[in-house]
């Protein structure tokens, strides 16, 4: 516990990896142990033995009533029945919900009853490791939204603790915010994974060590430089060799080819060329 904790008592609601990565992280600022809710009793015991300084309890009530900050940390899909739960009571705390589906007007029914509420998205990703995400929790960036100032500052008050940056992003603004991490991440990961197969196919017995400097240069370089990072044969415009590539695809890894052709047209899109008779070549040797 620090010397002045930020909170009088912390509440969390959720046991998962992300509510016991954020205690783990927050207890040193509650000066009452966190108190930790979850529908399952072994969860939420597992989740106090992973925070430390924390406790279970069965009911909502006892974060309305002694809380004076409370974490949603839900599935998405869980938070609106964990919102009408709080809703039906008085509430003088900050609540924040950690989904980066969804901005600050999904807790308005908390905010009616007294609550300072706003959205805390962490950008990172939680594998099951507490100890390893809160140091990964310095220097992150946390996606931030509220529905007035003083739930900004709020906001940006919690993200200061974790040792984040935040980063306001408007209410109307966070589904196309949540499309682009989902793209980045998410697809990134299809993409390495169908380079390994075809590389696997091609007889590499180690894949990801072929791979991983390559990739980690390429990645660095476009987050530097967007698609001017971009180097190959697309960028010279060379139609034999993405033929091979299209022939090679079809025969040994077929499974990859729709997202090969997919990405590689995205691509001459973006470079904004026309390509035409590369573009023919994509969608004639694809079948469609």
């Not at 995205?266 to 470079?271: K, N, S």
């Amino acid at each position: 516990m620090t010397e002045h904790p930020a909170y009088r008592q912390i509440g969390l609601i959720g046991t998962g990896r992300v509510a016991r990565a954020l205690g783990l992280a927050l207890a040193p600022h509650s000066a009452a142990p966190i108190l930790v809710q979850g529908r399952n009793p072994d969860h939420a015991a597992a989740a106090v033995e992973a925070i430390g300084r924390a406790q279970t309890v069965a009911l909502s009530t006892s974060l309305s009533s002694h809380c004076d900050l409370i974490l949603l940390a839900v599935a998405d899909d869980a938070l609106p029945a964990v919102i009408a739960d709080l809703a039906t009571m008085p509430l003088s705390a900050t609540i924040c919900h950690v989904s980066g589906r969804s901005g600050a007007a999904l807790l308005d029914p908390l905010r009616a009853q007294g609550a300072t509420t706003a959205a805390v998205h962490p950008v990172m990703t939680f594998t099951g490791n507490p100890a390893a995400e809160v140091a990964r929790m310095h220097g992150a960036r946390f996606a931030i939204t509220g529905a007035d100032a003083p739930a900004i500052a709020a906001a940006r008050r919690l993200v200061a603790l974790l040792g984040g940056v935040a980063v306001e992003v408007a209410e109307a603004h966070r589904p196309l915010y949540h499309a682009a991490l989902c793209h980045a991440a998410n697809h990134l990961v299809t993409l390495i994974a169908g380079a390994a197969d075809a590389l696997i196919a091609a007889g590499v017995a180690e894949p990801g060590a072929l791979l991983a400097p390559l990739v980690r240069a390429a990645l660095d370089n476009s987050l530097d430089r967007r698609i001017h990072a971009l180097s190959g044969p697309l960028l010279r415009g060379d139609r034999q060799t993405i033929g091979n590539h299209l022939t090679a695809l079809r025969a040994h890894a077929p499974e990859l080819l729709p997202a090969y052709r997919a990405m590689a047209l995205a691509t001459l899109d973006a470079l904004d060329r026309d390509e035409s008779a590369l573009r023919d070549d994509l969608s004639r040797q694809s079948g469609c």
